[in-house]
T-cell receptor, first 118, second 107 residues
């Protein structure tokens, strides 16, 4: 069974940093590209970032470029999102999702809430 | 960037109704389109992939059609558990873009 479990969310002040983690299991993690998607409470879904299976390619939404860094550790079946320079508008549920452009998105984690507030 | 316009944003429907949701892409995405269902407090779940393929385990009352720039999700006979929000997603190119969502409410 494919499982994606996010952790690392919480309440942060504007300008602060967080590192989100996603523990993957139930599939060969190293052969799949991975994606982060976010959703502000009560609003729609927004693609945030993509990383290829071997970390050779990474892409970011314009709204997070220069502040967010996606990475992965294939030896430990883990995906990460380093979030710096947090803004109030970054408040959202962040989902770890298997897949990316071309292949599509299939399995989603349960999501983790990041709240940015003073 | 490819824009995806989803309609309607809200619909009121009754159990047993046939429901259709539409997504239009701003350029040809062939069949790189998926549909997701999201219930309150839960992560989205994929219903349809490659525009018209039913995800394993999803009831056959759900179907998808279309190609190029126009796509539809149809629920042939709405069930109580189908009251939720639905999103389309184009994944032909970066950045991936979602439709704005369609919330199906009980009439």
């Amino acid at each position: 069974e494919v499982r994606l479990v996010e952790s690392g969310g919480g309440l942060v002040k504007p300008g602060g940093s967080l590192r989100l983690s996603c523990a993957a299991s139930g599939f060969t993690f190293s052969t799949y590209s991975m994606t982060w998607v976010r959703q502000p409470p009560g609003l729609g879904l927004e693609w945030v970032s993509f990383i290829s299976s071997r970390s050779s390619s990474a892409y970011y939404a314009d709204s997070v470029k220069g502040r967010f860094t996606i990475s992965r550790d294939n030896d430990n079946n883990s995906l990460y999102l380093q979030i710096d320079g947090l803004r109030v508008e970054d408040t959202a549920f962040y989902y770890c999702v298997r897949g990316g452009f071309g292949v599509g998105l299939d399995y989603w984690g349960q999501g983790i809430l990041v709240t940015v507030s003073s | 960037d490819i824009q995806v316009t989803q309609s309607p944003s809200v619909m009121s429907a009754s159990v047993g109704d046939r429901v259709t949701i539409t997504c239009r892409a701003s350029q040809d995405i062939t069949n790189y389109l998926a549909w997701f269902q999201q219930k309150p407090g839960k992560a989205p779940q994929r219903l349809i992939y490659a525009a018209s393929n039913l995800q394993s385990g999803v009831p056959s009352r759900f179907s998808g059609s279309g190609s190029g720039t126009e796509f539809t999700l149809t629920i042939s006979s709405l069930q109580p558990e189908d009251f939720a929000t639905y999103y389309c997603l184009q994944h032909k190119s970066q950045p991936l873009t979602f439709g704005g969502g369609t919330k199906i409410e009980i009439k």
